[in-house]
């Protein structure tokens, strides 16, 4: 069985170019999570969805930034006209059901790097 | 806002002896978990303790809860180098999602 796994693992950009962060969740998993980390920090929670549902998106920065988990496909982390106080690392989590986190299934993560 | 918040900050110790590090939370939650993130890597899931528990045991972990004083510790027995790693402790309240503390910088000596 394969884990959460997260593509690419190192993401290189330059100031105002898009960067596309990929997840997909554990098998069988319909509820993604994404943190962001900044260096020398802990976890922060940005957005959580379902299939085709956004749930929870109090994390996540009003502009620059969405998220989409569609029917077919991984999830999309996007974030538009990066900016050098983007680069972290970025962790997408799945969990089989929704209002209990039992146990979150983390992927290796992203790291960003905006030059 | 910052749920869990752990203490201390970093931790030295010498390979063999035991090392403890809490958690503090401010609202109610169904569990709080602990994880591991060795440098530059991903977050491995150690422990899991539910509300209704105080203590619960993984071979050389052991994690406490004290929902009256909102805090949990972990203690590793008998540590080793290969344990030198960031540890955060994560609790799951009721809206869904796991909020993370800032985490622990822990050193084992050889």
């Known amino acids: 069985n394969a884990g959460v796994m997260q593509n690419p693992r190192h993401l290189v950009r330059r100031r105002g170019q898009e960067a596309r962060l990929r997840c997909s969740p554990v098998?069988?998993?319909?509820?993604v999570y994404w943190y962001r980390q900044l260096p020398e920090e802990g976890l922060k929670f940005m957005v959580y969805l379902q299939k085709e549902n956004i749930i929870d998106e109090s994390g996540m920065p009003k502009e620059r930034f969405s998220a989409e988990f569609p029917k077919e496909g991984p999830s999309i982390l996007r974030i538009q006209q990066v900016v050098r106080g983007d680069s972290a690392a970025y962790f997408c989590?799945?969990?089989?059901?929704?209002?209990?986190?039992?146990?979150?299934?983390f992927g290796q993560g992203t790291r960003l790097t905006v030059v | 806002s910052q749920q869990g918040e752990e203490d201390p900050q970093a931790l030295s110790i010498q390979e063999g002896e035991n090392a403890t590090m809490n958690c503090s939370y401010k609202t109610s939650i169904n569990n709080l978990q602990w994880y591991r993130q060795n440098s530059g890597r991903g977050l491995v899931h150690l422990i899991l303790?539910?509300?209704?528990?105080r203590e619960k045991h993984s071979g050389r972990l052991r994690v406490t809860l004290d929902t009256s004083k909102k805090s949990s510790s972990l203690l590793i027995t008998a540590s080793r180098a290969a344990d030198t790693a960031s540890y955060f402790c994560?609790?799951?309240?009721?809206?869904?999602?796991?909020?993370f503390g800032k985490g622990i910088t822990l050193s084992v000596r050889p």
């Open positions: 989590a799945s969990s089989p059901m929704q209002g209990r986190f039992l146990e979150a299934f």
């Open positions: 994560a609790t799951d309240e009721a809206n869904s999602k796991l909020t």
């Open positions: 303790i539910r509300s209704n528990e």
């Open positions: 098998k069988g998993h319909s509820h």
